[in-house]
């Protein structure tokens, strides 16, 4: 009987630097044994494998597409080849698979399949930067994105921060990166001036900036935030 194949849940870097100044030599052996990915984009994918892998061939990676336009029945196949001792790997976009990420999904299919499910160590944006910002590490939650209509996303924030108050529970979100500014202006008009909050943006790279401030210390400083990834999070006390 064939052993079944497994999936591998492969971290990627959190922006152009080095592999391997943030993921371990794990990652590059078990990428040069994959030869199945399941992936958000292929080209990005490609260069990334080429990158971890300069020897590997391109010819024989097969890459399967996991986006919104990905056929919700086409996906129920993508594990079909572990029944025959095949390994899968999963690649983000940036840092850890399923973790704000559309790989949950394919992580709930090999449950479903009894297929084993092997995470890897590598950055995850979310982790980091709670570990860097003071706030409370017992006690938080990530909510995703914010609104995107002004007096929905101002209703959103006071919600979250009278959770954090009530629970005494750190608040995470994110927002898309060339709308960092927008949102870190209506956190400034909305939040209370001795709310926390932390700004951590570019996590891992050179011009990595992360800072912990009450809201009325915010309003005095003049970061550019327009187009880095970046991190949000609030804490009442």
Known sequence: MTKQGKLYLIPTT?????PFEVLPISVKKVIEQVNHYIVENEKSARRFIKKISPRKSQ???HLFPLNKYTDAIEKQHYLDVCSDGINVGILSEAGVPAV???????????????IDVVPMVG????????????????????????????A???????QLEKWSFDKNQSQIFIETPYRNEKLLSDLLQTLSESTLLCVAVDITLPTEYIKTMPVAKWKYIKENLNKRPAIFIIHKG
Request: charged share 20%.
């Open 14 to 18: 959190l922006g152009n630097n080095e």
């Open 59 to 61: 010819s024989s990676l």
């Open 100 to 114: 704000a990420d559309p790989g949950a999904s394919i992580v709930t299919l090999a449950h479903q399949k009894n």
């Open 123 to 150: 950055p995850s944006s979310i982790i980091m930067a709670m570990m860097s910002s003071g706030l409370n590490g017992q006690n938080f939650a990530f909510n995703g994105y914010l609104p995107i209509e002004k």
């Open 152 to 158: 929905e996303r101002k209703k959103r924030i006071k």
